[in-house]
């Protein structure tokens, strides 16, 4: 035999050898690969790469950094990417269309909530990720029944039917709720079976105060919503916070996990549901508030993640942006002074105060509506990298379901 052929021979022996090693130690990558118990999904309604900006820029403005940025807990995440946003029948998405892409992974047309566009039902992952063994938890700063939360226990043909929507909450099952309340409890003139009465017969307990929750055992499903002589349709804002004013998101955020929370494993979605509220009112101040209070509950996430690092994946990302923000306005040049946001903390300004000192510290905005840019994705924990890159609002639940549920 010639040399030559010898030498191919062995070097192709060694190539084989070398491949089969590989794909050993590809194969058993994958099996060591952690696979994901518990689940957050954050989402900040309306929240911009500006905004999430501004919320930094302010920071650093107000902790005596001067010029740059203090990180919020999510923006130090490992994974980052971003998400477009388009509805089925417009670029420029509303709430529920983009929930209903964000739970179920499918598109409809804006105003539709958790049906496709010809009015079919679709299904949030959440009931296939409670069929196979998992906790359920949804909270949002805004009543229960809005729309992002709604798309992900819901389906309506349309997003303002909230009684409709509100009943479909106790036949759910799920473990945990948590939000301001509900828009239309008794139905639009007050005379329907009350929701409330509903969950009381599906054995969840509804708690409005702290003392109610301490008398609660985690044993029993949980309803939290405000006291009565609240708003319903929302928490207290937190630029207009003084003292005791209710529940946070932070505080919904804490009970959810300790409600979840079992050897089974859990999926949690979290929404800031003002960001995009103080994005329509055009209000700089409001959202950066409400931007870092949506950090201080992913910062609860956080310290539960450290406590089961291999097991948890903490995503966060928004369903549009709200207002056009721009950090920089027409009038100033170069100049942007976030610091000012301070003088509207519990001021309680009006349209004309606010839009004046927005102005005048150098936000800008384009629109009170929606906007049709691509929107922020952090993530960390196990199965975060498969949230790096462009993708579209559809492929979030879908990874997490796959993730979750994968053998």
């Known amino acids: 035999m010639k040399l030559s052929n010898i030498i191919v021979k062995k070097i192709f022996a060694l190539a084989v050898i070398l491949a089969i090693a590989t794909l050993s130690v590809s194969c058993a990558a994958a099996q060591k690969e952690p696979k994901p118990k518990y689940v957050f999904l954050f989402i900040g309604d309306g929240m911009g790469f500006s905004h999430v900006a501004a919320a930094e820029a302010y920071l650093a403005y107000t902790t005596g950094v001067g010029i740059g940025n203090v990180s919020l807990s999510f923006t130090q995440f490992p994974a980052m990417g971003m998400l477009t946003t388009y509805s089925a029948d417009s670029y420029i998405t509303c709430s529920s269309a983009a929930g209903t892409a964000l739970a179920s992974g499918k598109k409809t047309n804006n105003g539709m909530l958790g049906v496709c566009p010809q009015g079919e039902i679709i299904r949030s992952i959440t009931y296939d990720l409670k069929d196979a063994g998992f906790r359920i938890g949804i909270a949002s700063s805004v009543s229960i029944d809005h729309a992002t939360p709604a798309a992900f226990f819901a389906s309506d043909t349309s997003r303002d039917n909230y009684y409709a929507i509100a009943t479909q909450l106790a036949p759910s099952g799920f473990e945990f709720f ?229 053998d």
Do not use: C
């Open 178 to 406: 948590a939000g301001s309340g509900f828009v239309h409890p008794t139905g639009r003139d007050k005379t329907e079976d009350n929701v409330y009465d509903q969950l009381a017969r599906a054995r969840y307990a509804v708690v409005r105060t702290p003392e109610e929750l301490a008398r609660t055992s985690t044993s029993q499903n949980l309803v939290m919503v405000q006291e009565e002589e609240r708003d319903n349709r929302s928490l207290v804002r937190m630029v207009n916070r003084t003292g005791d004013d209710g529940w946070t998101l932070p505080d919904f955020t804490r009970t959810g996990i300790e409600w979840l929370n079992n050897p089974q494993g859990f999926f949690f979605m979290v929404e800031g549901g003002q960001i995009d509220w103080a994005g329509h009112d055009n209000d700089a101040a409001a959202v950066i508030y409400e931007v870092i209070d949506f950090s201080q509950a992913i910062e609860i996430a956080l310290e539960f993640y450290e406590k089961h690092p291999d097991e948890t994946l903490i995503v966060v990302t928004a369903d549009h942006e709200t207002g056009g923000l721009a950090l920089g306005y027409q009038d100033t040049r170069y100049e942007l002074f976030p610091q000012f946001m301070q003088e509207q903390k519990g001021a309680n300004l009006n349209k004309d105060q606010i839009r004046n000192l927005n102005n005048r510290a150098g936000f800008g905005w384009t629109t009170g509506s929606h906007t049709g840019g691509a929107v922020p994705v952090f993530a960390i924990g196990a199965g975060s990298e498969m949230f790096r890159g462009k993708m579209d609002n559809t492929e979030i639940p879908k990874k997490i379901k796959g993730l979750m549920m994968r």
